[in-house]
């Protein structure tokens, strides 16, 4: 479900791939409190309900911290000994499939208390969750509602990742990769809209589940299904999907020069760096 996933990741999405490495220390001291108010803007928590989140995520943070972040530390230099060479989709496979096992252990790790919590909440707490979920779908339509916009802010964000990886491109290197850009989201539905229409069929499956019980057990069961198996979107479509990126992925890498693949295995130096100094100021 939409809704847990984006909470679960907060854990280390944000840490790996946006934060630096001071926030990235602050983040593991006080994401307790940041996931607290994340799951208040949700459920309206009571001053219980906080405090009860914050004891439990303290305790997934150190685990989080002791246990998983010295084993990203060895993928990412394993991405690092692998990708000087270029890309083979064997090893796009294996690095895909390596990230799943990750996200499998954070969510079976918080399964049980989120069925916990959600086993407790009240109706008010569940009518509170669906007006928040009405409005955040509202604010992706309006994004919609400018598709010229919208795509020229995806591509802008599409160079400042590539050149913040690779460093600079040719003339000959941004016009070819200007065009694949063009060609995937000419061919294929604009990924906000899926999304958004997954978003939907997915909170409608959560909100009848909570109305109809919330049995602690049959939470488990249904958040295993949904969240850990992936099942809000049939499993061809979800297949074909992951393909696809995994293509385009391919498509850029055989552009790339020695000196580009070099600037980002630098750039993995960095976040080892980040990794090794949250690790260590534990």
Request: net charge negative.
């Amino acid at each position: 479900m939409e809704f847990f996933k984006k909470i679960y990741f907060l854990l280390f999405l944000k840490l790996l791939f946006l934060f630096g490495c001071s926030t990235g220390k602050l983040f593991y001291d006080y994401g307790d409190e940041m996931v607290s108010w994340q799951v208040d803007n949700y459920f309206d928590l009571t001053i219980k309900q906080e405090e009860w989140i914050e004891e439990r995520m303290r305790m997934h943070l150190n685990w989080h911290r002791n246990k998983e972040l010295p084993r990203y530390r060895d993928f990412l230099i394993e991405i690092q000994n692998k990708s000087g060479d270029g890309l083979t989709m064997s090893e796009l496979d294996e690095g895909y499939a390596r990230l799943d096992q990750k996200r499998i252990i954070i969510l079976e790790t918080l399964l049980s208390d989120t069925a916990l919590f959600l086993a407790e909440i009240s109706p008010e707490q569940i009518n509170t969750l669906e007006k928040k979920m009405i409005e955040d779908n509202q604010e992706m339509e309006e994004n919609l509602e400018s598709p010229e916009k919208l795509f020229r802010e995806r591509k802008e964000s599409f160079w400042e990742q590539m050149e913040d990886w690779f460093g600079d491109f040719s003339v000959d290197q941004k016009d070819e990769i200007n065009r694949l850009h063009s060609e995937w989201f000419s061919r294929t539905k604009d990924p906000l809209l899926a999304r958004l229409e997954r978003r939907r069929e997915s909170q409608l499956r959560f909100l009848t589940q909570l109305r109809s019980s919330q049995d602690k057990t049959e939470l488990e069961k249904w958040l295993r299904v949904s969240v850990i198996n992936w099942q809000g979107e049939p499993n061809k479509v979800k297949q074909k999907r992951i393909l696809r990126n995994k293509k385009r992925i391919l498509q850029v890498d055989k552009f790339l020069t020695t000196e580009q693949r070099m600037h980002a295995v630098r750039e993995l130096d960095e976040w080892i760096e980040i990794l090794d100094s949250i690790i260590l100021d534990n």
